[in-house]
């Protein structure tokens, strides 16, 4: 980068060499799923699926 004013002059800087490092903010949370789960049969009660939910980013 060179950067110039306009006071006239030497107003023109040496070549510069810089990191610009962007940090994720306000990423949405998420996670991996076992996908869709299929009943062997008929059931309205509550069913467990153990690890179902897995692989959690808390988002930043």
Same mark, same amino acid.
């Given at each position: 980068?060179?950067?110039?004013? =306009?006071? /006239?002059?030497?107003?023109? +800087?040496?070549?510069?060499?810089?990191?610009? *490092? %962007?940090?994720?903010?306000?990423?949405?949370?998420?996670?991996? =799923?076992? /996908?869709?789960?299929?009943? +062997?049969?008929?059931?309205?009660?509550?069913q *467990? %699926?153990?690890?179902?939910?897995?692989?959690?980013?808390?988002?930043?």
């Amino acid at each position: 980068m060179v950067v110039q004013d =306009n006071g /006239g002059g030497n107003d023109t +800087s040496l070549i510069q060499t810089f990191t610009i *490092t %962007v940090d994720a903010v306000n990423d949405p949370p998420s996670f991996s =799923n076992l /996908g869709n789960q299929t009943l +062997s049969t008929w059931t309205n009660s509550p069913q *467990t %699926v153990n690890n179902w939910a897995n692989t959690f980013i808390f988002g930043g």
